[in-house]
């Protein structure tokens, strides 16, 4: 899978480790910042990996920062992006089945990195379901269409 991951100052550290265990799971990754833990501006870094989701260039997108909701709302922005913000395995799988979510946040200052790593594997791990759930999906992308 082709995945784009980037973090802010608070979320670095937990970026540099899942870039490695991705890698290690044989993802495509690519890192789009920052290239050391200095203080940055999260929406900078949201806005690049929300444009490879939304452009192609990437499958899904990972967004590190303090509490991931910061992330997430910058992410939101950019059209045809569903990001999220979770702190359980079992809320990610839910947000891909349910919501065709492509971008996932994580709190980098208040989850370990092994819970992280689980809530990455059941985001990677789980389909969107479709069925009635795509319709709803339908009407979120619609809501863009009237901004």
């Not at 939304?54 to 990001?83: E, F, H, Q, S, Y």
């Amino acid at each position: 899978m082709r995945l784009s991951i980037a973090s802010d100052h608070a979320g670095f550290d937990q970026k540099q480790a899942l870039v490695g265990y991705l890698a290690e799971r044989g993802h495509e990754v690519a890192d789009r910042g920052p290239a050391d833990d200095g203080r940055v501006d999260y929406p900078d870094f949201a806005e690049k990996v929300a444009r490879d989701v939304a452009d192609g260039a990437a499958d899904l997108g990972i967004l590190v920062c303090g509490t991931g909701i910061g992330m997430a709302v910058a992410a939101n922005k950019v059209d045809g992006i569903r990001a999220v913000n979770v702190v359980r395995p079992d809320f990610a799988a839910l947000a891909r089945e349910h919501n065709d979510a492509n971008v996932l946040t994580l709190s980098g200052r208040f989850v370990s990195l092994e819970e992280n790593e689980a809530i990455v594997d059941a985001f990677l791990s789980t389909a969107f379901g479709g069925g009635r759930h795509a319709g709803r999906v339908a009407k979120i992308h619609d809501l863009e269409r009237k901004r």
